[in-house]
C-alpha cells in the first residue's frame, strides 16, 4: 500500500527551525515528483517546495532563503528543513506524491494524487 506520513511539527517561536520529515511507503520516493504544501483554516493548499524526480528543487517565493527541501533515498524519505520561521508560517504542512508528468505546474496542488495526513507547524511571534 503506498503512504506518506509526516511527522516533525510543533510549536516554535518566531525565528527558530523545524525539520519536517515525509516517509515513503510502498513504492519508491525518488522515482515521483515530491511537495510540500501547507494549508489554513479557510484557504487553499499553497504549494511551498517540490523535489522533481529529476532533482531539481522549487521554491515559493516566500520561502526562498528558509526553506530547504531534500531526499534521503536510503530512507524513502522527503525532508523540509525550515529556518528563521515566521508567524505567518504557521499551518499545516502536507507531503505530496506524484509519479505522472502530467503537464501541471509543479507547486500546483492539484498536480497531486498521493497525500500524507499533515503534521502541524505554529510559529508564536
Known amino acids: 500500500q503506498v503512504q506518506l506520513v509526516e511527522s516533525g511539527g510543533g510549536s516554535v517561536q518566531a525565528g527558530g527551525s523545524l525539520r519536517l520529515s515525509c516517509a515513503a511507503s510502498g513504492y519508491a520516493s525518488s522515482r515521483y515528483d515530491m511537495a510540500w504544501f501547507r494549508q489554513v483554516p479557510g484557504k487553499g493548499r499553497e504549494g511551498v517546495a517540490a523535489l522533481s524526480m529529476s532533482g531539481f528543487a522549487y521554491y515559493a517565493d516566500l520561502v526562498k532563503g528558509r526553506f530547504t527541501i531534500s531526499q534521503d533515498n536510503v530512507k524513502n524519505t522527503l525532508i523540509l528543513q525550515m529556518n528563521s520561521l515566521k508567524p505567518d508560517d504557521t499551518a499545516m504542512y502536507y507531503c505530496?506524491?506524484?509519479?505522472?508528468?502530467?503537464?501541471?505546474?509543479?507547486?500546483?496542488?492539484?498536480?497531486?494524487?498521493?497525500w500524507g495526513q499533515g503534521t502541524q507547524v505554529t510559529v508564536s511571534s
Open positions: 505530496a506524491a506524484e509519479r505522472e508528468n502530467r503537464g501541471l505546474p509543479i507547486l500546483l496542488a492539484y498536480n497531486y494524487r498521493l
